[in-house]
């Protein structure tokens, strides 16, 4: 292996992911925490830690001359950014390249042109990938009249530097478009520094997918099939699975084909994520791309076998994939992910002391997180505080090892979404594997645990 030390630009259950993948490659890892982070499980798990700030994201892990200046005194040679924080942040690539440090991930380049939405499209509009109809570009007021026109109501508005619906907007008819470009624009300007958008014909009821790939520098690419994240409540993810219930093979190789193609277009390096939404006939339209591990890559590494992570390092070391083409895969993958928050206080975040953590364990069954018993979760950032994954050998089957490993999880200390998980996983629109974006929400009033007690 090229690397003999990685700095880990992260916390939390990411951090200490990438860890143990650097270990297990025989590489040092350093940890960099805030004040907040002083006796975290990541500072522990890694060879050196360096303390880069106050608790304040902004003044901590998100300082780009703080982490660049953490790995250069400490001797790295490469940087993982986990996700989250600065992994998708081209302007913190730069900073590595220009200190001699590998960014492990795509290049700087690849990283802008993928990170504004509307390019990101031109450029798979350009490797024949299926589109969501709508502008070629961020367009004036004006222009998306007259689209919107064209396309017919109801239409999305969509910020180019968005995602993860900021700067978002359901338009549903004529007169309503004024004000809301101009709430979007306003709302994108303030978040991004950047107000352009664009606009889309509206896919619902719709279901989001996402397709994984590994690409090396030597042309290799690898995709590891989809991901369904539908079962999502205010564009937080709750219930991962793969593969998709509503997935044909002819579109999920479609989907992989196409997917390849835009890869090798862009001459993508490391590990990425395409985002669909499936129309109702499950007929694909690419969203986005993200240019990072994702928080659910785990549900891919149980299907195929394939650790990401590690893969992610020797990419990066310039060494080639050893397998190409569609990665096999095995039976069915589940992730449900246990959030520090209170169902009863609308998922108000709900940091605190977790009094005991005891995770389940067996067959099939796997949990990434960095808490412990007596672990206080710090309210500066995400409230995800451990990732339950199952497989086994079909959806029904991993489904009910879903519900055993969850009723044997005990969280005491704080509220999480445990019982909320419990209700979906057990509910008939989950079992029957037809639900779309709208279930969580559409469910409310039906789920015992987020009813008023
Ligand atoms: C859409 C859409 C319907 N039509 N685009 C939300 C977050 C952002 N990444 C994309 N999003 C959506 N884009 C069109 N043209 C519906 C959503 C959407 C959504 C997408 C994925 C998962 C959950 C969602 C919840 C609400 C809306």
Redesign the pocket.
């Known amino acids: 292996m090229v690397f003999e030390r990685v700095l880990v630009a992260n916390r939390g259950e990411i951090a200490v992911r990438v860890i143990r993948a650097l270990h297990e490659l025989g590489i040092e890892a350093v940890a960099v925490y805030s004040t907040a982070d002083s006796e975290a499980l990541h500072v522990r798990l890694a060879d050196q830690a360096v303390c880069i700030g106050p608790p304040a994201a902004g003044e901590s892990y998100l300082r780009i001359p703080s982490v660049v200046a953490a790995a250069v005194t400490t001797g790295c040679e490469a940087v993982h950014p986990g996700y989250g924080f600065l992994a998708e942040n081209p302007a913190f690539a730069r900073a590595c390249a220009d200190n001699d440090l590998v960014f492990v991930g795509p290049s700087p380049e690849v990283m802008e042109r993928l990170g504004d939405k509307a390019s990101a499209k031109a450029e798979m509009r350009a490797a024949d990938v299926p589109l969501?109809p709508g502008t070629a570009g961020s367009a004036p007021l004006e222009e998306i009249r007259e689209a919107a026109e064209a396309i017919g109501f109801p239409v999305?508005l969509k910020a180019t530097a968005g995602?993860?619906?900021k700067g978002?907007r359901l338009v549903d008819y004529p007169d309503g478009l004024d004000d809301a470009f101009a709430a979007a624009a306003a709302e994108a300007e303030a978040a991004f520094g950047d107000g352009a958008l664009y606009l889309?014909?509206?896919?619902?009821p719709?279901r989001?997918v996402e397709i994984q790939v590994l690409c090396d520098r030597h042309g290799n690419v690898l995709t590891l099939g989809e991901r369904e994240?539908?079962i999502?409540r205010r564009?937080q993810k709750l219930v991962e699975e793969s593969p998709s219930p509503a997935l044909s093979p002819e579109t999920r190789e479609e989907m992989e084909t196409a997917v390849e193609r835009a890869c090798r277009t862009l001459g993508y390096e490391g590990a990425g994520t395409f985002?669909f939404?499936l129309g109702l006939e499950g007929e694909p339209y690419f969203?986005?791309v993200n240019c990072r591990l994702q928080v659910e890559h785990p549900v891919t590494e149980m299907l195929t076998g394939v650790d990401i992570v590690r893969e992610q390092v020797r990419i990066a070391a310039g060494e080639s994939l050893a397998v190409t083409g569609r990665a096999p895969r095995r039976g069915h993958a589940i992730e449900i992910r246990i959030n520090a928050e209170d169902p009863a206080r609308g998922f108000v975040p709900s940091p605190g002391v977790v009094e005991r953590f005891r995770p389940p364990l067996g067959p099939g069954v796997r949990v990434d997180t960095a808490v412990e018993d007596g672990t206080t979760v710090p309210p500066y950032y995400d409230s995800l505080i451990a990732k339950l994954i199952v497989s086994d050998d079909d959806r029904p089957a991993a489904i009910e090892r879903a519900l055993r490993a969850l009723r044997e999880l005990e969280v005491t200390g704080i509220p999480t979404t445990r019982e909320l998980a419990l209700d979906v996983l057990g509910s008939d629109g989950f079992r029957s594997g037809a639900y779309s974006?709208g279930y969580l929400e559409e469910m409310e009033a039906h789920l015992p645990s987020l009813r008023p007690a």
């Open positions: 969501v999305m995602g993860g619906g978002m889309e014909k509206v896919v619902a719709a989001h994240c539908s999502q564009h985002e939404l969203i986005e974006t």
